[in-house]
């Protein structure tokens, strides 16, 4: 009999499976894909040569990761950490630019540079207390309250209409709400404010940093630990039972919560579990380029990571339209009264990473929010997006390859919709993810856990969930402290 069943290789997967083999247990991983990583693959989308990261593709919260530094992660792993973590073109070539430096990125912000500071550094001045508070589920008293408080305090005031009070002229409101809306759904809400408060703070400690060579690195550095260990990766084996696995000491599922209806489960959990929500799904293009991006504003080619979408009244009213359910890129005399111009998360990494493209060519990578199911192929918005700010970019375009939220669902059973989320962000469901419990990784399945992303704290990359999961099962089924 295995001790330990995982089903999934993702982030959480993978780290829960190597807790779990560090203890002395035997382990083995059941992934339903041909490949592992879940939402760290990289591959070549579009062209031989040219890797594109599937999924995740920037790693703030990887390299803030307690659990990631603890694996080792941060030092096997070759890094890239970027001296500009983010950009934000404006119309008429100006650029909001968030440095890893704060002095530098104060000081381009002019008049609205110690309102930025303000809000920023008294989180980097507690910065591990902010990590402690939101790396876990958040029913529970910080083991750092001034920063749990100062981290409150400011969602509070970016998440409700008091945003407007903080900033004065247009760019630095802008590269805030460009981080708030990585979060999807509705903007200003608590939920968003406080993952963007979460990156901006990144930005300016650990960095935006990403593995040379793409994610799938990450994905392989945890595999190779893991098999290293005796543990045993089975691809290709999409669990669609939970009397699959009835063989193990203990099942660890990296995937959505679906999955626990195979099992009887009590009526008020299976009720808990209906009342789940996922949000908005994501519509990807991935470019091959002849060249680097010709950003209007030199210095935007600088920052592995550009958020497009104007101002902030421009990414507010498109991320509110989109969780209203209006299809973007379709204007309001169109049929889906959507945003014309939606907010757009763009990655350049080559600038940084040359192995990711031949000599002279770049790979680009970009989404965009949409409602959940649509089918949008988002390559002519992205494309058009793109040139808003970097005219002449359409004729870089070697080849590209899209991904609407239909076929990241198929793709990966965890976006349901295509929420890469697993869930959507709101203040509730960050309690009740997906349960309200002090233990929200234990199920009532005797032996099973959860540690997707569908748990405490949530998405992104950094592990976190299958480090509680795993710890909590160690405990309960092995006495392993
Ligand atoms: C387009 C996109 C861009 C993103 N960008 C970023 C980013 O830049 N930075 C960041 O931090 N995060 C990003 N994310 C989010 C991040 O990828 C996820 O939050 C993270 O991967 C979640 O990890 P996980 O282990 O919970 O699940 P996943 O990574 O989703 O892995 C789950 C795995 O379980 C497998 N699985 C599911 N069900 C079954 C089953 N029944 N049987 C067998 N196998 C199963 C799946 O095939 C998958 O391999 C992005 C996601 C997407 C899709």
């Known amino acids: ?114 309102a930025w500071r303000r809000l920023v550094a008294p989180l980097l001045a507690r910065s591990r207390g902010v990590i402690d508070f939101t790396g876990s589920q958040l029913l529970r008293v910080p083991r750092d309250p001034i920063a749990a408080l100062r981290f409150g305090l400011r969602s509070l005031e970016q998440g409700t209409a008091l945003w407007n009070t903080r900033f004065r002229g247009d760019i630095a409101p802008a590269l805030f709400t460009g981080v708030v809306a990585h979060a999807a759904g509705g903007t200003p809400t608590l939920a968003s404010a406080g993952a963007g408060l979460l990156l901006a703070m990144h930005a300016h400690g650990a960095g935006w940093g990403f593995p040379v060579g793409g994610s799938q690195v990450l994905a392989d550095a945890l595999a190779d630990e893991l098999r290293a260990r005796g543990g045993e990766i089975v691809t290709d084996v999409p669990v669609t039972s939970l009397d699959e696995v009835s063989d193990s000491r203990a099942v660890l599922l990296d995937t959505a919560p679906a999955l626990l209806f195979t099992a009887d489960l009590p009526s008020g959990y299976a009720r808990a579990l209906r009342r789940y929500r996922y949000g908005s799904g994501v519509a990807k293009v991935d470019f091959a380029l002849d060249g680097p991006v010709p950003w209007a504003n030199p210095e935007v080619g600088l ?161 976190m969930n299958g480090w509680w999961a795993a710890k909590l099962a160690l405990r309960e089924r092995f006495g392993i402290g």
């Open 1 to 114: 009999m295995t001790d330990v069943t995982v089903v999934g290789s993702g982030p959480n997967g993978l780290v829960a499976a190597v807790i779990a083999a560090r203890a002395g247990l035997s382990v083995r991983v059941l992934e339903g894909a041909s490949t592992i990583g879940g939402g760290l693959r990289t591959a070549e989308l579009t062209l031989p040569g040219f890797w594109h990261d599937v999924c995740s593709a920037v790693h703030p919260a990887g390299l803030a990761s307690p659990v990631f530094r603890k694996l080792g992660l941060l030092d096997r792993v070759e890094w890239v950490v970027p001296e500009l973590s983010y950009a934000h073109p404006l119309d008429g070539g100006r650029a909001g630019l968030a440095w890893r430096d704060l002095d530098r990125t104060v000081e381009g912000l002019g008049a609205d540079g110690p």
């Open 303 to 463: 920052a592995p990571t550009v958020h497009l979408g104007g101002s902030r009244a421009e990414i507010a009213a498109a991320e509110n339209a989109v969780a209203r359910g209006h299809q973007p890129g379709i204007t309001s005399g169109g049929s889906g009264g959507g945003p014309e111009h939606p907010y757009i998360l763009v990655t350049q990494p080559s600038i940084a990473d040359p192995s990711r493209a031949p000599a002279g060519k770049h790979v680009l990578w970009a989404y965009t929010h949409v409602p959940a199911g649509s089918t949008l192929d988002a390559t002519e918005l992205v494309t058009a997006e793109v040139e808003r700010f970097a005219p002449g970019f359409r004729d870089l375009v070697l080849a590209s390859a899209s991904s609407s939220a239909t076929e990241l669902a198929a793709y990966n059973p965890n976006y349901v919709g295509g929420d890469i989320y697993a869930g959507e962000l709101t203040m509730a469901q960050l309690v009740k993810r997906p349960v309200v419990s002090t233990a929200p990784w234990r199920t009532p399945v005797d032996g099973v856990y959860l540690c997707s992303s569908a748990t405490p704290p949530g998405p992104a990359v950094h592990g």
